[in-house]
């Protein structure tokens, strides 16, 4: 560049003197612009260079097999698929439960152990219309209760109570439990 001009330069220049010197700021920008286009270029060229080794260099022609090794897998492969084709076959063959699928069970507690049981049954067993309550069956849960040392059970048994005349049915409540639908006791 023509070197640094301050505004007094500027204002001290003449009209010949200002048009010589826009010229010479264009030709330099002109210089530079083109400089620069050159640079891009270069850039552009090195990276193309460096994208080529690097898929040269890690290309997956490394990985590919020999034709007498890919023929061995191709065997395997058919034998798989014959394999799975047979197993197929059986089990299209045999014949298919149609039965619901059965709700999980909770494993009884051990007969061994010493168990306790616990009579829930209705306060009275007149019914509010006045008829004697008929005794139709029981609810019986058991809960494991812990005390040191000792394991017990601990059998509830609710009785169901009906009523002949209206049909209302009577049984006295489930008692608190620590864990809902759980059979460990608060012990």
């Known amino acids: 560049m023509a070197g640094m001009i301050d505004t007094v330069q ?4 003449n009209a010949d003197q200002l048009r010589a010197l826009a010229m010479e700021l264009m030709s330099e920008v002109r210089a530079r612009d083109s400089e620069l286009r050159l640079k891009d270029t270069r850039i552009a060229q090195l990276t ?3 994208a080529v080794l690097k898929r040269w260099k890690f290309a997956a022609r490394s990985e590919k097999l020999p034709a007498e090794q890919q023929s061995l897998l191709d065997e395997a492969i058919d034998a798989d698929l014959i394999a799975i084709e047979h197993e197929l076959e059986q089990l299209a063959s045999q014949p298919k439960d ?3 699928p059965s709700k999980p069970r909770r494993a009884p507690l051990p007969p061994n152990l010493p168990r ?3 009579r829930h049954e209705p306060t009275s067993t007149t019914c509010g219309c006045g008829c ?4 139709i069956g029981e609810d019986v849960s ?15 048994v609710r ?3 009906v009523c002949a005349q209206c049909e ?3 049984q006295a409540p489930v008692p608190a439990q620590v864990i809902d639908k759980g059979i460990p006791t608060a012990g």
Do not use: N
Not at 132 to 135: D, G, W, Y
């Open 10 to 13: 500027l204002q001290g220049m």
């Open 48 to 50: 193309h260079e460096m």
């Open 98 to 100: 149609e039965s619901p």
């Open 116 to 118: 306790v049981e616990i």
């Open 132 to 135: 004697q309550l008929k005794r």
């Open 142 to 156: 058991e809960k494991l209760d812990y005390t040191p040392g000792v394991f017990t059970v601990e059998r509830h």
């Open 159 to 161: 009785g169901k109570w």
């Open 168 to 170: 209302t049915l009577t």
